[in-house]
């Protein structure tokens, strides 16, 4: 029984994951196809995400990760040609279904924030275009418990947030 405890407790936390809540809606909405314009806002475009493993990260190292992945996954090409690109990233847990919440709530919230999982919400990430140069501004909240534990705010040439 004692070497299980010593194994278990010299064991590293698990590396932060972040993963589409529903690839297909992220992709649609990413380019508009498939979606009735008439029912979605797509002047800022709605990613949402969920996360596992973020909860031992301070909020400092929550950010970087979270820019980390956005440079990752988003192309710059890609969202030169949008206004504003907004990633949402949620705590996974078992007991909800994100995938059942998204097309609602990027649908009837006016943030596209999914209704009744506030206190879920780990981070939201607002990217807009400044005029019609290469120009973004990022603006990152960090929250842990429903709280804000972190607000950043950088504007920066398109290749300092997204991948070439």
Request: net charge neutral; glycine share 8%; with cysteine.
């Amino acid at each position: 029984m004692l070497a299980l405890l010593l194994a278990l407790g010299g064991c590293a936390p698990e590396a932060p994951r972040i993963t589409p809540v529903d690839a297909g809606f992220n992709a649609s909405m990413l380019t508009g196809r498939g979606l009735d314009p008439r029912l979605y806002d797509l002047r800022e475009r709605l990613q949402y995400h969920e996360a596992a493993h973020m909860d031992a990260l301070s909020s400092a190292s929550a950010r970087v990760v979270i820019d980390a992945f956005i440079r990752a996954h988003y192309a710059r090409d890609e969202v030169m040609r949008l206004g504003a690109l907004a990633v949402l990233v949620y705590r996974r847990t078992a007991f909800v279904d994100y995938g059942d919440l998204v097309y609602e709530s990027a649908r009837d919230t006016d943030a596209g924030l999914l209704r009744g999982q506030g206190a879920r919400l780990v981070a939201q990430v607002r990217l807009q275009r400044v005029g019609a140069g290469p120009l973004w501004t990022r603006r990152l909240v960090v929250y842990r418990d429903g709280e804000i534990a972190l607000r950043d705010e950088q504007t920066a040439d398109a290749s300092r947030f997204f991948h070439e």
